[in-house]
């Protein structure tokens, strides 16, 4: 456990698991420990019959920055690779067993926008922005976000977002369906925790099944996290990324 997520079963929300992001002084930029925190969770919720579903949420302001800069450009100095904590956490995500939501209100960066690909429903408050930054950083999509983004979105959006590193409003993010419903800022949590209190109120063998219908073959998403992470770890590793990643750093 690290005190940059919180994980509970909130009272007020029966069957219903919380993960929050809490380090908003580094806008919940994302370490080693909190993907792991994040995964434990997970994959914790799928053999514990008092989870019904889980939500994801972030601190006002702000859902995640994405992976910590920090991470990124140490793996860029001593050679490392992408990190076995975020694989697990991403194949938690795609493989969880109950259904995800989450919540945005602000900013939602790299894998704090790529995350949503795998929820069931997102809310996002009116001044959310979306940002994947990937290409600027030297680096390529992650989290099946090449192939799950297109087929979401189509093309061009899809590479709006993960090669040219356009940002989306939530209004955007909404029509080109990453976001199911735009609220207002103060209202986020709120109806994120309601909206997982219902479906963990619904018959859960019947939600099961309609949700892997839904979501169909996972076997697909994993293997592209898999192929992504093989061209991601090498770009950590290049001259290019290390100059970006300093460059950030130096901001």
Not at 31 to 60: F, S, V
Not at 76 to 91: K, R, S
Not at 123 to 129: D, G, P
Not at 206 to 218: E, K, P, Q, S, T
Request: proline letters at 4%; a negative charge; aromatic letters at 6%.
């Amino acid at each position: 456990m690290t005190d940059h997520i919180i994980v509970e079963q909130p009272s007020a929300h029966p069957g219903v698991q919380l993960i929050r992001f809490n380090r908003p002084e580094k806008k919940n930029a994302i370490t080693r420990a909190m993907y792991q925190t994040m995964a434990d969770a997970l994959n914790a919720a799928n053999t514990n019959p008092g989870i019904r579903a889980t939500a994801l949420l972030g601190t006002e302001g702000c859902f995640s920055a994405g992976n910590d800069m920090n991470d990124f450009l140490a793996a860029a100095i001593g050679g490392g690779g992408l990190g076995q904590e975020i694989l697990d956490f991403l194949y938690s995500l795609v493989n969880a067993e109950k259904p995800v939501v989450s919540g945005v209100d602000g900013l939602a960066i790299g894998i704090g926008t790529t995350i949503h690909l795998h929820c069931d429903l997102t809310i996002a408050s009116s001044r959310s922005q979306f940002r994947t930054p990937f290409v600027d950083l030297a680096l390529v999509p992650e989290a099946a976000s090449s192939l799950v983004a297109p087929r979401l979105m189509g093309h061009q959006r899809a590479f709006a977002m993960l090669a040219a590193g356009e940002a989306f409003s939530a209004e955007e993010a909404k029509e080109a369906g990453l976001v199911w419903k735009v609220v207002e800022p103060g209202e986020v949590d709120s109806l994120t925790l309601g909206l997982a209190a219902k479906l963990a109120a619904k018959p859960p063998e019947a939600l099961r099944i309609a949700r892997d219908l839904i979501r169909g073959d996972r076997g697909e998403i994993i293997a592209r996290i898999d192929e992504e992470a093989r061209y991601f770890s090498a770009r950590l590793k290049s001259a290019e990324a290390r100059a970006a990643f300093e460059a950030f750093m130096r901001r």
